[in-house]
């Protein structure tokens, strides 16, 4: 992508703007995003709130915010610096459909897609993630998944949401 800006807190080839996403506000104008891609930084922040505030700021009304996070069952969500797990429902809170009206106001999103994602590289025993990718994410199975053993046999890899702010 051509015309995307690419923020990190380390200036690497690649990186547009330097600055911590836990530090408030970004430098950049309200509104001025179409579409945020927040490929695994959220499981990083301790300041969570104030980042998903910050992010619906800089998001145009009507704009996307793609997210992709371990799941809660991968081995990776385990890692020293994440601070927080991720699950299928999880931006249900950041979304419209909570009905605490403090909250309303903070989190004004809508969640458009929701995916677990399983591990899909070209070897044998991952041919059964694919056809759990399929069952798991049909109609209310990723709650059964998440909720039964089911998640200790096909531990999922991450999670992908697309939220559209309203």
């Known amino acids: 992508m051509n015309d ?21 506000p970004y430098p950049f ?3 001025c995003f179409e579409r ?13 709130q104030g980042v998903i505030r910050e992010i619906q ?6 704009g ?18 994440h601070t927080r797990f991720f699950r299928y429902r999880s931006f249900e809170s950041e979304s419209v459909n909570r009905r605490d009206a403090e909250q309303e106001d903070l989190y004004r999103f ?27 994410n049909y109609w209310k199975f990723p709650l059964i998944y998440e909720k039964t053993f089911l998640r200790s046999l096909f531990p999922a890899e991450e999670l992908c949401f697309e939220l559209q702010k309203l």
């Open 110 to 136: 809508k969640i458009v897609k929701r995916k677990i994602l399983f591990m899909t590289k070209p070897f044998i025993p991952f041919f059964y993630n694919i056809i759990a990718e399929w069952i798991f």
């Open 64 to 81: 996307t915010l793609i997210v992709r996070v371990p799941h809660f069952s991968s081995n990776t969500a385990f890692v020293e610096r």
């Open 57 to 62: 700021r800089i998001l145009a009304p009507g």
């Open 36 to 48: 945020i891609y927040a490929s695994h930084i959220l499981e990083h922040t301790v300041n969570y």
């Open 4 to 24: 995307a800006i690419n923020l990190d807190m380390i200036l690497s080839p690649g990186v547009d703007v330097v600055h911590n996403i836990e530090e408030t």
């Open 29 to 31: 104008e309200n509104g």
